[in-house]
């Protein structure tokens, strides 16, 4: 028997290998290459799908920071728009700008890997969860001034004054950002802590810390607007038909209603209201549901509630006669002239 070249029976198997790594590599794309098995990898989409959801997000990112920056500007620069259900809007506006630039990071992140380091991955989710409840906050506060408004009208003036306004708005962020952050305060502390590999960024918050959160940012602000929206458009309803049949009703003395601009009022940030419910629990069900989530569910709760930022400032145009004016100031550029800030607009 003619003995077998040592080459014949190795080469073979070598190329083999190298074909199988090669294989492998085609398959697999890190996050950081340079890395090697410390780094994550990133999971194959489709080009067409990633291109269509880039685009997508950064309109909703480009909407979202300029319809509420022109809400930002009219508010803070027309001096008939000082009172205090637009200063309540304002930092309303706020919080929907800073959601724009929220939207921008998470493009950055929509290919799976997390492009910057642990401690800016723990920061993200302060910031986003900060928002997130100052969001919160604010539509709690629109309805207790819609609240005062509509059912003791007329201790209105006295009992929200714009200086009260500005220590809530004051209280409400404040209390939001500490309040987020002594939750994920073990994640600021050890960043990267539930990290398992380079490219992802993880924030795990302990069950008590979970269920703070649930409680405080979502079940008793909600039932607090929901309680409170009930009663005004109760309230509302009956002044509006009492008026209608010219009807004033005497309970020891005369019974004062609300204006008519008020109740007004009252429908518009009502819708701006259901509007922010529809977007938020559909977020929080998710998450509270036991069962497993796929990427899907995710990301379009996750969007939803991103999309309403930008809705809110829709709202306004098509229901507040004075932002549609203040457009046509700011794109003409009347609100630079010397007076602008003394305009009548509404």
């Known amino acids: 028997m003619t003995p077998v070249p ?10 083999s290998r190298i074909g199988e790594e090669k294989e492998t590599h085609n398959d697999v794309e890190l996050c950081f290459p340079q890395l090697l098995n410390a780094s994550c990898t990133r999971p194959k989409r489709p080009h067409s799908e990633v291109i269509l959801t ?30 205090p259900t637009n200063l309540l809007l304002l930092s309303l506006a706020v919080s ?40 919160v906050g604010n539509m709690v506060l629109i309805s207790l001034d819609r609240y005062v408004a509509i059912c003791d009208p007329m201790h209105y003036s006295t009992k929200v004054t714009p200086k009260r306004v500005k220590v809530c708005v004051c209280l409400c962020w404040t209390s939001s950002i500490i309040f987020q952050t002594l939750l994920l305060r073990d994640n600021l502390e050890q960043p990267g802590k539930h990290v398992s590999c380079h490219g992802e960024c993880v924030v795990v918050s ?15 602000p909600i039932t607090v607007i929901v309680v409170l929206y009930v009663r005004v458009f109760a309230v509302a309803v009956s002044q509006a038909r009492a008026m209608r049949a010219h009807i004033v009703t005497l309970q020891g ?13 009252a429908r518009t940030l009502g819708v701006v209201v259901v509007v922010f419910l529809i977007c938020i629990c559909p977020y929080y069900c998710v998450f509270l549901s036991s069962n497993v989530h796929n990427a899907l569910s995710v990301a379009f709760v996750v969007c939803l ?6 809705l809110n400032p829709v ?24 007076g602008s800030r003394e305009a009548n607009i509404l």
């Open 54 to 83: 880039e685009l997508v997000l950064s309109c909703i990112t480009l909407l979202t920071a300029t319809l509420n920056m022109m809400v930002i500007i009219s508010i803070s620069l027309l001096k008939q728009l000082h009172t």
């Open 305 to 310: 509630f991103y999309f309403n930022s930008c």
């Open 6 to 15: 040592r080459e014949s029976c190795v080469e073979p198997s070598d190329e």
């Open 206 to 220: 302990n069950s008590i810390a979970a269920a703070a959160d649930v409680i405080f940012t979502f079940i008793c």
């Open 96 to 135: 929907d700008f800073f959601v724009g630039f929220l939207i921008a990071l998470q493009i950055t992140y929509i290919d799976g890997c997390w492009p910057s380091n642990d401690f800016m991955c723990s920061l993200f989710y302060v910031i986003e969860c900060s928002i997130t409840s100052a969001s």
């Open 253 to 265: 003395s005369v019974k004062v209603t609300a204006k008519k601009s008020e109740i007004k009022a």
């Open 315 to 338: 709202i306004y145009a098509f229901f507040y006669p004075w932002f549609r004016k203040c457009l046509r100031l700011i794109f003409t550029l009347e609100i630079l002239k010397p």
